[in-house]
């Protein structure tokens, strides 16, 4: 079964990106199989999308690393 097209309310702003005018920011949208990521600023590019397990995987991993 084919994933659906991800519609312009499908996508959020990640609450950790950039602060103040809101231009930086990574957003996310997300189906049952996979996560797809893409530029705020470049909303017609395509977005980058993983399967949902190993997005997942790599935020907990980011939740454990001491801050940059």
């Not at 990521?37 to 454990?64: G, I, M």
């Amino acid at each position: 079964m084919r994933e659906p097209v991800l519609t312009p309310t499908d996508w959020r702003k990640s609450s950790y990106s950039g602060s103040g005018d809101g231009n930086a920011c990574v957003e996310i949208a997300h189906s049952t199989a996979q996560v797809a990521v893409r530029d705020s600023k470049a909303p017609a590019r395509t977005p980058l999308t993983f399967p949902a397990p190993a997005f997942a995987a790599f935020v907990e991993t980011l939740k454990k690393s001491p801050a940059a």
